[in-house]
């Protein structure tokens, strides 16, 4: 094993210790050291090389199939390192392009409502793309994902990959506990390696955003607000659900759900990201088919799709459901009754109400802790008399 400070003295006097590179240009911090990243088997480097920054990957320990993850970055015995004063040896590295940001954990750490809400939607646009892939990062955690200039989170360190080439195979590693379902074992190497921990980091920062004082109550230095082992009884979860539910939010609401799975494997993660970063995209929602969508149910779920094609409107994210009526369709997420409009956003939100009916003549019947009442559209509600 190479330490840090071996690759230190290397890097910083580079003239003549390696074999195509030439002597390394180092971009330094705000300190005037080094700029560098250490992981738990890399330090990464910051280098100028032909005015473009770099990473320099040098390792402490090395993974296995490192020429099938990199290709030609990887560049075999590079660098000399010394191991005492007269001594040493030729080292493999990985050159690649330098990821400029900060790493989510660090971003976390600073982050208001407003930038946890945006750090929600920008992780829920990666997440549906990496769920759906044939390939999985297989280490996904908050230190492992940069925040760029343009606010979108990108993966680095991609040591612990997964390629179809490697299918039959066993992982080398299991990830990060924190991050990884409590079931993984070695002979789990495969395109979902990446489910379970994207659910849990989108599932936080969207808790995050609704409730920034979570992180004081349930977050650790090692855990995002939920704790794998400590599934399924684990509060944080419980409280997550709960204001998912009372907010209305479907598809974080069963992504948040999934984490109680059996495996690692979250069977639908991927339509549910989809789904949750179309949400958030800032353009125009699809026009709503008329006549209104119809329900329909699958899988024990009620969903909406479009009754002249039988295309899916809405995916089937709730408990219960009402067919549109006025323009809205009345739906229980959990044990919590909402309306949705035709694109599937939350319109009326309804805690704590035992059943609602849909709307005539502009308004809805509910019961409320033995109460007869009636919603307007604009949620105010009143009680009847009979």
Not at 69 to 96: A, M
Not at 218 to 238: H, K, M, N, S
Request: with cysteine; hydrophobic share 40%.
């Amino acid at each position: 094993m190479i330490s840090l400070c071996q690759y230190l003295f290397s890097v910083t006097n580079s003239r003549g210790l390696t074999r195509t590179l030439g002597e390394l240009e180092l971009c330094r911090d705000a300190g005037g050291g080094p700029f560098y990243r250490a992981g738990n088997s890399a330090v990464v480097f910051k280098i100028a090389l032909d005015g473009k920054a770099c990473a320099l990957r040098c390792y402490t320990r090395r993974p296995p199939r490192l020429e099938a993850i990199y290709g030609d970055r990887l560049l075999r015995r590079e660098l000399y390192v010394y191991r005492n004063g007269s001594s040493g040896e030729w080292t493999d590295v990985v050159l690649d392009l330098w990821r400029e940001g900060e790493t989510l954990h660090d971003r976390i750490a600073r982050a208001d409502r407003a930038e946890f809400a945006r750090l929600a939607a920008a992780f829920d646009r990666l997440a549906a793309r990496m769920t759906a892939d044939e390939w999985a990062h297989g280490d996904l955690k908050p230190e492992n994902l940069i925040v760029g200039p343009d606010g979108e989170i990108r993966p680095i360190d991609f040591d612990a990959l997964y390629l179809p080439a490697f299918a039959g195979q066993r992982s080398a590693e299991l990830g990060t506990a924190a991050f990884q379902h409590p079931s993984r074992t070695r002979d789990h190497f495969d395109a979902r390696l990446d489910d379970f921990p994207a659910a849990l980091i989108a599932t936080a920062l969207h808790a995050l955003a609704l409730d920034p004082a979570l992180r004081t109550r349930y977050g650790t230095d090692d855990t995002l607000l939920i704790d794998p082992r400590r599934l399924p009884r684990d509060a944080a979860l419980g409280e997550i659900l709960a204001l998912f539910e009372r907010e209305g939010m479907a598809a974080e609401y069963r992504i948040a759900r999934l984490l109680l799975a059996p495996t690692h494997a979250l069977r639908g993660v991927d339509l549910l990201f989809a789904r949750a970063a179309a949400e958030r995209s800032g353009g125009a929602p699809a026009p709503a088919p008329e006549p209104p969508p119809e329900l329909f149910v699958e899988e024990g779920l009620w969903g909406f799709r479009d009754p002249a094609t039988g295309h899916t409107v809405i995916p089937p994210l709730y408990d219960c459901g009402f067919d549109f009526s006025e323009g809205l369709a009345a739906v229980r997420l959990g044990a919590t009754w909402h309306f949705i409009d035709p694109a599937g956003r939350t319109e009326l939100r309804c805690p704590g109400f035992d059943a609602v009916k849909p709307f005539r003549g502009g308004r809805a019947e509910a019961r409320r802790g033995g109460q007869h009442l009636a919603l307007d559209r604009e949620g105010g509600v009143v009680e009847l008399e009979y």
